[in-house]
């Protein structure tokens, strides 16, 4: 089945920072890559996503990568405000059936002031 | 986007005792709705995946028989976790979407903690 994994584990920035995210999957079946923000204690919320037939898509402050023959995609996000400050999870799914989501394992990133 | 609530946001609750956490899509449709458990400072991993007016299919490891799934109706799936334990407690997070083509939106999350 896909895993997918997550780099790094946290993530420390200064306010107007940029701040980068990895993932990598295994299922090279996989065709849908979304992006989460989990502010404590709420459930995850898309920011982004991605389809395996785009290589790059932005939005505002936030833009991510895919890079198919290597498996691997990545958030940017440029200006860090602190309100950026939440746990970022990513995923991977194939398109087809359930569509079961196989979450990252997260990224808590901290913008300080 | 569109909505998905969960109830109750958190519930207490004493071992051997059952609860029913409610996940409701309150302005679509949703032919599947999914159910996760997070771990705190963990990811979030399905549990198991229900179509409306069908039995739920579960992943590998989740026993089907405690944790009861319901999606009786294209607004409302239903998880109710049998015979809690304390470590049953955990943040539990439900998912709606209306058909293969659209996302898949989250709830709130209820916090279950059992004593």
């Known amino acids: 089945g896909e895993n997918v994994e997550q780099h790094p584990s946290t993530l420390s920035v200064q306010e107007g920072d940029s701040a980068v995210i990895k993932c990598t999957y295994s299922d090279s079946a996989s065709n849908y890559f979304p992006w989460y923000k989990q502010e404590l204690g709420k459930g995850p919320q898309l920011i982004i996503d991605i389809r395996s037939n785009v290589g790059e898509k932005k939005d505002q402050r936030i833009a991510v990568t895919l890079n198919k023959t290597a498996k691997h995609f990545s958030l940017h996000i440029t200006e860090t405000q602190p309100e950026d400050s939440a746990v970022y999870f990513c995923a991977a799914s194939i398109r087809t059936g359930f569509q079961k989501l196989v979450f990252g394992t997260g990224t808590r990133l901290l913008v300080s002031p | 986007g569109a909505v998905v609530s969960q109830h109750p946001s958190w519930v207490i609750c004493k071992s051997g005792t059952s609860v029913k956490i409610e996940c409701r899509s309150l302005d679509f449709q949703a032919t599947t709705m999914f159910w996760y458990r997070q771990f705190p400072k963990q990811s979030l991993m399905l549990m198991a995946t229900?179509?409306?007016?069908?039995?739920?299919?579960?992943e590998q490891g989740v026993e089907k028989d405690k944790f009861l799934i319901n999606h009786a109706s294209l607004t409302l799936s239903t998880l109710t976790v049998t015979s809690a334990h304390p470590e049953d407690s955990s943040f539990y997070i439900c998912?709606?979407?209306?058909?293969?083509?659209?996302?898949?939106?989250f709830g709130q999350g209820t916090r279950l903690t059992v004593v």
């Open positions: 229900s179509n409306e007016g069908s039995k739920a299919t579960y």
């Open positions: 998912s709606a979407r209306a058909d293969r083509n659209t996302e898949a939106f």
